[in-house]
């Protein structure tokens, strides 16, 4: 069977114009249109029944392989599990990711995954640390000793929630919190900024 997915952006190519691009004449067809950039692959709505419809010997057609992940790591995640479920990936442009192809292609996207994780790595730590600066001007360390304690460090939770793209409601089940803590952490922040916007 032959799957399309789109992935729509305001920038992008009209849904028919990649359709013709990648052939047409597709058995199924999804698609994710306003969905964030920041949300991976597999907990789009598209392509969550996607995932749950494809078959072993199906061919998932995409117009460009960032339309398979919101980035090199979520893409070699999502490439491999087609492929390990015995699905063709045809990129536009690429050509077919499957069998004894497949091995290469996934290669290089381990090496670019590895580069991916040790920035976000890199980025996470930098978010952290601004995250504590800007939460020690003199009155940001007392108001966040006042109300209620924080069962997590709040600059963690924020430099998470920055790193991933995830909403505050992913955010609070990630971190086992409510979703009003979530919220009173980036308001503390945004009053530590500006406080120490103000020094």
Not at 44 to 58: E, I, M, Q, S
Not at 126 to 155: F, H, I, N, Q, V
Not at 185 to 198: F, I, N, Q, S, T
């Amino acid at each position: 069977m032959r799957i399309a997915y789109y992935r729509v952006r305001s920038d992008d190519p009209s849904i028919e114009a990649q359709r013709d691009a990648m052939g047409g004449d597709f058995d199924r067809e999804y698609r994710d249109e306003g969905v964030s950039d920041g949300i991976v692959a597999a907990r789009r709505p598209g392509f969550a029944r996607l995932l749950d419809d494809v078959r072993n010997g199906d061919s998932v057609h995409v117009f460009a392989i960032d339309r398979l992940g919101r980035d090199t790591i979520d893409v070699r995640s999502t490439v491999r599990r087609l492929v390990m479920a015995g699905v063709t990936v045809e990129v536009h442009g690429i050509g077919p990711i499957a069998g004894a192809t497949a091995a290469p292609v996934l290669g290089t996207l381990a090496q670019l995954a590895a580069l991916e994780h040790r920035r976000i790595a890199r980025r996470a730590a930098a978010a952290r640390e601004a995250a504590r600066t800007a939460l020690t001007p003199a009155g940001a360390s007392r108001k966040a000793s006042l109300g209620r304690p924080m069962a997590t460090d709040a600059a963690t939770v924020l430099a998470w929630r920055s790193e991933t793209g995830a909403s505050i409601p992913e955010t609070a089940r990630h971190f086992g919190l409510k979703v009003t803590t979530v919220k009173r952490y980036g308001r503390l922040m945004a009053d530590a900024v500006e406080l120490a916007g103000l020094g």
